[in-house]
């Protein structure tokens, strides 16, 4: 009766919530997830940025910047280095502040959050250009963190967890290695098994290849493809463009901290409008 009644756990823990928090307990996922269904019944974006404008110092990292994201959609943002990318998709998670404009997930206007900010953190799983693993920690062992200290999720059952992803990205028969006995591709794969450890309902990927050897670059492009094609909601800043070609519903362009070009792939890459699009296409793809 123990291990079936920790089975339903798990299982309810792998299965999309459906119904609010306990009466009486303020919980501001419950809410995303109810606002997130209801902007997406009526047609308004999961993410919703308005007008983000943002500074470090006297230089404008984004300027004016508007985008929607629905429900299930991927969108590869790409661009020059210094065009803005890893601060807008930064911002989305707050983790940068921005100085003008708004950021809607799931109906929630973020600047309304405050403290509680790290609620939809819990929500949003990002995915990082450096691995960011615990060193001192088994795989499992940062794995299963998250859900243990956020989530407040007994051991057995995140690590449950934990293997359960781990299996998803195919890296389970690594579980007991440290991340310094893995290989790049392989603690990436593990960040995006941790990411997933939360339940996001949207992934952020920076440049999640660009620390990786070639060869190691296609086992977490085909981990990421996976995802997609399992209809994660997904925004990827990318200079892998293969993987947009075959993923992306729409590719961004960024350049100098503003959308300069938004399109859908064969739009993109058959028909550029804008100069600079072509001119970074011509020196992107030329290589």
Not at 77 to 95: E, Q, W
Request: proline share 5%.
């Amino acid at each position: 009766m123990a291990g079936k009644s920790r089975r339903d756990s798990l299982q309810r823990r792998l299965s999309p919530p459906t119904c609010p928090a306990v009466a009486g307990q303020v919980n501001l996922l419950s809410l995303l997830e109810m606002k997130s269904m209801t902007d997406t019944s009526t047609g308004n974006p999961l993410i919703r940025i308005e007008k983000v404008s943002k500074w470090f110092g006297r230089f404008r990292a984004l300027d004016e910047v508007d985008l929607g994201v629905e429900r299930g959609q991927r969108i590869v943002v790409c661009g020059p280095s210094g065009s803005g990318k890893s601060t807008l998709i930064r911002c989305v998670n707050y983790l940068e502040q921005f100085e003008q404009g708004e950021i809607y997930v799931g109906g929630i206007r973020l600047r309304d959050l405050g403290g509680a900010v790290a609620t939809v953190r819990r929500d949003v799983g990002m995915v990082f250009q450096s691995f960011n693993l615990f060193p001192h920690m088994t795989v499992l062992e940062n794995c299963a963190l998250a859900p243990i200290r956020v989530r407040k999720v007994a051991r057995r059952e995140a690590e449950e967890i934990a293997r359960h992803y781990l299996q998803r990205v195919r890296i389970l028969d690594q579980t007991d290695k440290y991340p310094a006995q893995l290989s790049g591709g392989q603690q990436q794969r593990v960040a995006i098994a941790r990411a997933l450890c939360m339940q996001p309902k949207i992934m952020l990927f920076d440049e999640p290849t660009s620390a990786l050897d070639p060869e190691m670059v296609k086992e977490v492009l085909d981990t990421m493809i996976s995802l997609a094609h399992d209809g994660m909601t997904m925004i990827c800043v990318t200079h892998e463009m293969g993987f947009a070609r075959e993923v992306a519903d729409r590719i961004v362009f960024m350049s100098d901290g503003a959308i300069v070009e938004e399109a859908p792939p064969t739009q993109f890459f058959g028909s550029p409008v804008h100069l600079r699009t072509k001119t970074f296409l011509g020196q992107i793809l030329g290589h």
